[in-house]
Antibody, heavy 122, light 110 residues
């Protein structure tokens, strides 16, 4: 059973960096799958942040690319998100997820974490 | 780049069939995936690759995709199906490959 669990500060000050880690259990991160981050502002829809392969290959949402870094630590079976220069608009639920599918026919998210609400406020 | 359009809301009586659409330019050329999200919970994949279902999802959930519209169909709707539903594609054709979500549809069971 694949399980994902996000951890990190729930409150971040404006202009600082949001940092979250996703611990994966029941499945090795060092496989054919990508791993991704998705966020959801309160009362709004889903927004993809980016995805990473265990080798370090990444895809980022162009609208966030300048502020996002996603990394992977295969020794700890986890991957991480950093979002810099945050504002109140970055307040959201942040979900990590396992990516399935392929580049040609399309990626999708088959296992999700429960997602912490991260609030940006002074 | 892909823009996916969903109706904000769909209402259906218990036992009837709900159809939730996802519109996009030539979306039939892409694989479409669908998620169900109940209040306070993480999204759950209900249909992938247009019409395949994860093993834990009931057969009442099905999908189709052709032309400019993909459709999620829920047969014999029950109160427990009330949720937000999102479509999603992978846009690999643009200069910057990306995941795109539709805006979501709230399904209300009357």
């Amino acid at each position: 059973q694949v399980q994902l669990q996000e951890s990190g500060p729930r409150l971040v000050k404006p202009s600082e960096t949001l940092s979250l880690t996703c611990a994966v259990s029941g499945y090795s991160i060092n496989t054919v799958n990508y791993w991704g981050w998705i966020r959801q502002p309160p009362g709004k829809g889903l927004e993809w942040i980016g995805s990473i392969y265990h080798s370090g290959i990444t895809y980022y949402n162009p609208s966030l690319k300048s502020r996002v870094t996603i990394s992977v630590d295969t020794s700890k079976n986890q991957f991480s998100l950093k979002l810099s220069s945050v504002t109140a608009a970055d307040t959201a639920m942040y979900y990590c997820a396992r990516v399935n599918g392929g580049y040609t026919f399309g990626y999708y998210f088959d296992y999700w974490g429960q997602g912490p609400l991260v609030t940006v406020s002074s | 780049s892909s823009v996916l359009t969903q109706p904000p809301s769909v209402s259906v009586a218990p036992g009837q069939t709900a159809r939730i659409t996802c519109g996009g330019n030539n979306i039939g050329s892409k694989n479409v995936h669908w998620y169900q999200q109940k209040p306070g919970q993480a999204p759950v994949l209900v249909v992938y690759d247009d019409s395949d279902r994860p093993s834990r999802i009931p057969e009442r959930f099905s999908g189709s995709n052709s032309g400019n519209t993909a459709t999620l169909t829920i047969s014999r709707v029950a109160a427990g199906d009330e949720a937000d539903y999102y479509c999603q594609v992978w846009d690999s054709i643009s200069d910057h490959p990306r995941v795109v979500f539709g805006g979501g549809t709230k399904l209300t069971v009357l």
